[in-house]
């Protein structure tokens, strides 16, 4: 088929037109064949994928098998990349309102027509409200990177990612405890402890494959602490059905057995770490007898784990997660596990945690510059420094501690709806569906009908785009080049596998084509996609050569862990330049740098002390996610889909096209119900209708529900108004000090 006639059939709206995806792969036999190294963006990881072309069609993707991680691996999604590209229902033209908002009626434009039309109104609204009455979100990545620095020229400072709804926590809680992000040494580990981090189901190929290799060890043990018996538990050597929510008592039970009994790495601990004191009167009361009725673990059970992960350590891995049980105390829980970290000692010890030895860091310990490094073009671009609606960053705000490049999104729909601390009119939104992905749908919902303005860029009219003014469609992953990326030791560049489809545009082209025509690019220092990639290569030809032909590039460097005298000596060998750095223990201690104000662990903090007092150190405030309902509502990741993303692409809605709510079996009949039967989930903020699956492998007094269903999405046929969406029932309400997004909720159920 060819580009022409592709386009002469469209159909829908005009513009929506298909490619029957076994069709198109039938329809060439003969032509060139090639192979495209590149990146994959069906979720966030950022594997390294191979794309067979032909005829300028792309036909298959594995992973790239010059990746020795995950070799020639991709999971489902990854492998579905070709169905997205040629999904029917994908947007090729931008689209103008012409219905009521919301009605998903639509004119097709040209790209000029579109552009004018968002340039002419964002320059009407900043001349008459401000700059700040415009609202920027994307989900974090390459095309929130665009979008800032877009948001930052046009001078608005409310810039948001998807941070707040995910991984902020475990982000601010190692920023705040070690000064930085750290590694899970999965694959070097013997006791690995999981709190429902379930990375057979929301997966991340390498350490998904580490896991696994761990979990079928004879000589390791995967506890894994869970509500439901999901994946992970099921690979596990014991299972504990904690009650939801109480994952905090729990772990300062843990720490309490450990300095009651002093069992823990105390030479570490005076070296490295402050706030000794603060913790110990903090878990002075939280013994194994007090946690028994709030986990529902038995106190035997954990002094027996206490002292299995002690011997065990610093061999010992107690998993952060990524977003796993989410609880108003989630910061609590999350720092609760970075002690507990500490006090095994395991920190740059082989099998416990580390500081990433990217390439930057590789130069600076070997003290030469040997790998190359980058530039970040987008370092000019700073977020105003005025107020922002949710007061991220701002002194005093509750989201003092917040990113003011990431912001809070529970925050949005309160501002608006209060029009403090100032009135808000248009939105502009990159690859973000608000309405599935973020608490309090109901709100959001009012919050956007008192907008004048909304423009959304995405490859689908999804439940957010199509409460657009103007829709601009954004090339799939495969129809265009990026920027590179540094990935532990080396970088990876997502590069173009076959010509665009349509009319659709990099959300890169879309950003700078209107920073030019709105006049407000002084600041950007290059044009085009290859002038970007230049600069961040600082002219390294050959750099950008291999990324272009072969996606990475990666440094074969010795494995290192400045705490463990084998690897250091193994690493002297091929660079002995850090031989003089090596104290009379055999380790690299003068390179251990903590970025905290102490320059220590931080098992007390002082400046979330001040601002939020009692939580400097351990506490257990408002862990209750129950809230006086009969279930605990929580909800996770299906290997199949993407959060709210991939639904409707037909190969993988053929594998699960709708999410049934677990119920605990024996409960369900004692409340008269069946499995298939159909009820509604409701509390204070929604209510919804799901059907319900039978099963044991849940607690009675929780539900559980794979995110990313129950769409209002009229364009994409596969998935309207099938299954359920669970943020209806969230509250906008975040969690202390990391102001995160709380997924797990209070709902009883009724009969439909
Ligand atoms: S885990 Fe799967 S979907 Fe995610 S980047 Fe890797 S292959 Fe793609």
């Given at each position: 088929m060819q580009r022409r006639e592709f386009l002469k059939g469209s159909a829908f709206l005009g513009s929506l037109a298909c490619i029957n995806p076994v069709l198109s792969a039938n329809a060439f036999t003969n032509g060139d064949k090639k192979s495209v190294f590149s990146v994959c963006e069906?979720?966030?990881?950022r594997c390294p994928i191979e794309i067979s072309v032909k005829d300028n069609k792309g036909v298959f993707i594995n992973g790239n098998p010059k990746f020795s991680t995950n070799k020639t691996s991709v999971c489902a999604r990854g492998g579905a990349g070709i169905n997205q590209l040629y999904d029917k229902n994908r947007l090729i033209k931008p689209l103008i309102r012409v219905g009521k908002r919301g009605e998903n009626k639509w004119r097709e434009a040209s790209w000029d027509e579109a552009l004018n039309l968002v340039a002419t109104k964002l320059n009407e609204i900043k001349e008459k409200h401000g700059a700040s009455s415009v609202i920027f979100t994307s989900k974090a990545g390459e095309s929130h990177t665009h979008m800032s620095n877009f948001a930052c020229a046009y001078g608005s400072p409310n810039i948001f990612s998807h941070y707040s709804s995910c991984p902020i926590t475990y982000n601010m809680v190692l920023e705040h405890t070690y000064g930085g992000g750290l590694s899970r040494d999965f694959a070097n580990a013997k006791y690995i402890v999981n709190f429902g981090h379930n990375l057979f189901e929301g997966i991340v190929i390498s350490d998904a494959k580490k896991l696994a290799k761990f979990a079928a060890a004879s000589d390791t043990k995967l506890l894994v602490l869970e509500p439901r018996f999901s994946v992970v538990a099921a690979k596990a050597d014991e299972w504990l059905p904690i009650k939801p929510g109480t994952d905090v008592a729990f772990l300062m039970a843990l720490i309490h057995i450990w300095l009651r009994d002093e069992k823990y790495d105390k030479e570490f601990v005076n070296e490295y770490c402050i706030g000794l004191d603060e913790l110990k009167a903090s878990v002075k009361d939280t013994s194994p007898k007090w946690q028994e009725s709030i986990t529902g673990i038995s106190a035997d059970t954990i002094e027996r784990i206490a002292d299995e992960i002690y011997k065990a350590a610093p061999k010992v891995v107690i998993d952060w997660g990524?977003?796993?049980?989410?609880?108003?105390a989630e910061y609590q829980r999350t720092r609760a596990i970075a002690i507990a970290n500490a006090l095994m000692g395991n920190y740059e010890k082989k099998g416990g945690i580390h500081t990433s030895k990217n390439t930057n860091t590789l130069n600076k310990i070997i003290g030469e510059d040997i790998f190359p490094t980058l530039d970040n073009p987008s370092n000019v671009f700073k977020v105003p420094n005025t107020p922002r609606i949710d007061g991220a960053g701002e002194d005093g705000n509750k989201n003092y501690f917040v990113s003011r490049k990431h912001g809070v999104l529970m925050d949005i729909a309160p501002a608006i709806l209060s029009k403090k601390p100032y009135p808000i009119k248009a939105w502009v939104n990159t690859r973000f569906n608000h309405l599935v992905n973020v608490a309090n749908v109901n709100e959001s919902l009012k919050a956007i009908n008192e907008l004048d303005f909304i423009v959304s860029i995405d490859i689908y009219l999804n439940d957010f785009s199509n409460l657009a003014d103007v829709v601009l469609p954004e090339s799939s992953y495969l129809e265009r080049d990026e920027s590179i990326l540094s990935v532990g030791n080396g970088y990876y560049m997502r590069n173009k596998a076959v010509e665009v489809i349509g009319d659709t545009k990099s959300g890169f082209d879309i950003f700078r084509k209107l920073a030019s025509m709105m006049k407000i690019d002084e600041l950007y220092t290059y044009t085009t996609i290859d002038e970007y990639r230049m600069q961040q290569a600082k002219g390294n030809v050959d750099l950008l050569a291999n990324l272009k032909k072969d996606g990475i590039v990666t440094y074969k460097v010795p494995s290192l862990y400045l705490r463990e005298p084998k690897t250091i000596k193994e690493f002297a060998k091929t660079y002995p330049q850090i031989k003089d750095k090596i104290d009379s223990n055999g380790e690299l201690s003068s390179l251990i740098n903590f970025k905290t104000p102490s320059k220590k662990i931080e098992l007390f903090i002082e400046k979330v002390e001040n601002l939020f007092p009692t939580h400097g150190c351990l506490n257990t405030t408002d862990y209750d996610v129950f809230k006086n309902h009969e279930f605990c509502l929580t909800s996770g990741k299906t290997p199949i889909h993407t959060n709210a993303h991939t639904q409707n692409i037909p190969i993988l809605n053929e594998l699960m096209s709708e999410s049934p709510v677990w119920i605990n079996e024996t409960k369900a009949k004692e409340l008269g119900f069946k499995d298939g039967d159909l009820v509604y989930l409701e509390n204070e903020f929604g209510k919804i209708q799901v059907k319900l699956m039978l099963t044991q492998?849940?607690?009675?007094d929780t539900l559980f529900i794979y995110h990313g269903f129950g769409r209002n999405t009229?364009?994409?046929?596969?998935?309207?108004?099938?299954?359920?969406?669970?943020?209806?029932?969230?509250?906008?309400?975040s969690g202390y000090v990391c102001s995160t997004m709380v997924t797990n909720i209070g709902v009883d159920i009724k009969r439909a």
């Open positions: 069906m979720c966030s990881t990524h977003k796993t049980t989410t609880t108003y492998g849940i607690r009675p009229p364009a994409l046929k596969n998935i309207h108004e099938i299954g359920a969406n669970d943020s209806i029932v969230l509250g906008s309400r």
